[in-house]
């Protein structure tokens, strides 16, 4: 699978961003990226630029003064002002010539973005392993613990990723939520999801289903059980939007069924009771049979 070859080499476990620049008559560069990236201070850029720090397609800065080049491509490294320390470990499962299996913690982002750049699961396997091309097969939320698949080289990964888009991947999660006895288990869930106007939250829609989760109890204490999802398909935030539209959202979760009021990002006190506990398939390459398991463990609300 072909991919944009950049003109950077990897910085601290980090790989260069990219923005390919529209048409358009801005007086300089400096004035697109401020208008571009309103939340990130004209100080920011300002240092950015006269320190050499944003780069043409062949790998040469750009100065402070620097008209705005239509239609070219930029390169730059992510930068955050503060980044909060995620204080919990990410171990590696297993690891062989292509593939590398990684034990995600909650509240550790895969890949850098928004807030999150150095402090995320890529970054820190990258450096850590000594394997500047490694990239996620697939993805899980920041909120969700467990099970993750890496590649460790570019020309591989496409082969893996045909695994998920042919449904050939078996994935199964943990969660606890409340007990409603009115609910009947097992049961497979399946329905329309979308975004929402927002752009970002999923919610269900009428029309032909395009998402499918089979949903069993596995436990009961109290209040809460403890279920097992299987995802048959894909979807962004699929099991979160599933299991809040049965009237069961997953505990701690902060956006599904509605959104919770903004934590600390040094808050680790609570999180989402959503756990990747295992992932199986048949190796592309040796034809053998894949199957990892997470050794996290969700425990029980306190009540």
Partial sequence: ???????????????????????????????FLLHRFPHVAEHAWRTR???GQVFDHAGQPFQLDSPYPARQRIWYYREVETETAIPFDSPVLYRDERLVVADKPHFLACMPGGRHVHETLLTR?????????????????RETAGVILFCTRHDDRGAYQTLFQRHEVGKE??????????????????SRLQEGETGFLMCEVPGEPNSETRIELMERCGEFARYRL???????????????AMGIA????????????????DDFSSHLLLLARSISFTDPFDGSARCYRSARTLDWPAR
Avoid: C, N
Wanted: aromatic share 4%; glycine share 6%.
């Fill in 1 to 31: 699978m072909s991919h944009l070859i950049a003109p950077l080499p990897l910085r601290d476990g980090l790989s260069p961003s990219h923005l390919h620049l529209p048409p358009g008559q801005w007086p300089s560069l400096l004035s």
């Fill in 125 to 141: 396997l990258r450096i850590s392993l000594s394997l500047p091309e490694l990239t996620p097969i697939h993805r899980l939320d």
């Fill in 173 to 190: 999660y943990e969660a606890i939520a409340g007990f409603h006895p009115g609910i009947l288990l097992p049961t497979v869930r399946r």
């Fill in 250 to 265: 997953i505990h701690g979760d902060p956006w599904y069924p509605e959104r919770m009021p903004d934590k600390a990002v």
């Fill in 49 to 51: 630029l006269a320190s």
């Fill in 230 to 244: 299987t995802p048959l398909t894909g979807k962004k935030h699929q099991l979160r939007a599933h299991m809040a």
